[in-house]
């Protein structure tokens, strides 16, 4: 039995259920325990990715630095703040600003960015900032301008194959980071790939334990998709399968936490995001970036939503949901198991 699960005796009985079941047989406890706390409800996000500019050169991503053949660009902080408004109008309570590790988004652009959101939507718009690893001082700067969520995803919990998969960078100091954003008084996310060359079983259940320990308010987990131009272009596909158990078993280890269907279960499988609100996903994000620009956000191949508008796409999204016995949710929807004390 993992480490962490020796502890914690509630989390060695799930890992051993999760061990001994069938797919179907865990999917269907995850979705159980999902609906029993968070009801039909299925949160939506509205994502901007702002800028495909990268500063870093992670093995399996499709926007690395070295990636020369990528068509690079920027919004500019007025299109940025724009898209959220118009989010907001069309009902939109909670944005997500995504975008590499991109230095000319210098922390007081990103606070300017911060601030016209929050003014212009008086408040009530929830921002989730996703940028990477950044000191703590600007992760401070930042909550005080107005962000309210930050994701950071750890990827693997294998120290050794984080370390190869992200050029040198520590797990260490990611999960420092992520210590970092709780005690800025931020509700953290993270998550991690499922179907990584070099992983194994063993390391699916560490990462999921991971999640328990640190107690993250979010989770997302996405299947591995390989990018043909990167190091890892050859690597095989996993089948989505191992997405689904992993979504599942972190739903029972953290039942309180918001978990998206990601856009590459999608990508992988056309009914991928329906499976994974079926085993215990309860967040949709519409990519609401301009499909002139989104198109080049390629993290990894054949990407779904492409070349239609995410305000167009909220209609297939709520059809989506109803085939899963679930409703869309405009709201905030803050996690269950966040406390807004630092």
Known sequence: MNKLA??????????EFYRTVSTGAL????????RSIHGNKVWLRGLVEFSNYCSMDCQYCGIRHSNT??????????????????????????????????????????SFILDQIKTKTRGMAAVTLSLGLRPRSVFAQWKAAGADRYLMRFETSDPELHRRLRCGATLE??????EDLRDCGYEVGSGYLVGLPGESEETRIANALLCREKKFDMVGIGPFIPHPETPLGDAPQQPLELALRATALVRLLLPLANMPATTAAGSLDK???????AAGANVLMPNITPEDFKKNYLLYPNKICLDESGFECINCLDIRTHLVRKNIDYARGDSLSWSPEP
């Open 69 to 110: 053949n990528v068509e690079r660009y920027r919004l500019s902080p007025e299109q940025i703040v724009n898209l959220t408004v118009q989010g907001y109008e069309a009902g939109l309570r909670t944005f997500v600003l995504q975008g590499g590790e991109d230095p000319w988004f210098t922390a007081d652009r990103i």
């Open 6 to 15: 020796s502890s914690d005796p509630e989390a060695e009985a799930i890992v």
């Open 173 to 178: 100091r990611r999960l420092e980071a992520l």
């Open 27 to 34: 999917v269907q406890r995850a979705d159980e325990v999902c």
């Open 271 to 277: 009914q991928g995001r329906e499976k994974m609100m």
